[in-house]
């Protein structure tokens, strides 16, 4: 089984930076698609940020240019980080990964139905 927990959320300004954290148990597999989504409450989950094996990584428009996901494959740990935080950007992340057993290359993914592990979840509040 893997487990993989989030960190890093809090309460910001506009306009701040924060970087969340995803710590992955282990590395099932040999190659994988992970991802960052967010929820708020009366809203579907939406896809923030995915990234693949080989560092392919894509972004929802409402994000492209300000965050940045990155994988430390030494750490096993998932990151993004948020830059000139918007008030829209309130919401629970939650990190997701799925890991296959072929070296085929995948492209990243923003589909959650895509993911077989989730964390709980970490709170960001963006305040003006």
């Known amino acids: 089984q893997v487990h993989v927990v989030e960190s890093g959320g809090d309460s910001v300004q506009a306009g701040e930076s924060l970087t969340l954290s995803c710590a992955v148990s282990?590395?099932?597999?040999?190659?994988?698609?992970m991802a960052w989504f967010r929820q708020v409450p009366g809203k579907e989950r939406e896809g923030v940020a995915g990234?693949?094996?080989?560092?392919?990584?894509t972004y929802a428009d409402s994000v492209r240019g300000r965050f940045t996901i990155s994988y430390d494959n030494a750490k096993n740990t998932l990151y993004l980080q948020m830059n000139n935080l918007k008030l829209e950007d309130t919401g629970m992340y939650y990190c997701?990964?799925?890991?296959?057993?072929?070296?085929?290359?995948?492209?990243?993914?923003?589909?959650?139905?895509?993911?077989?592990?989730w964390g709980q979840g970490t709170q960001v509040t963006v305040s003006s």
């Open positions: 997701a990964a799925v890991f296959y057993d072929n070296y085929r290359i995948y492209a990243p993914t923003l589909r959650a139905s895509s993911y077989d592990y």
């Open positions: 282990r590395y099932p597999g040999n190659r994988h698609r």
């Open positions: 990234i693949a094996s080989g560092d392919d990584k």
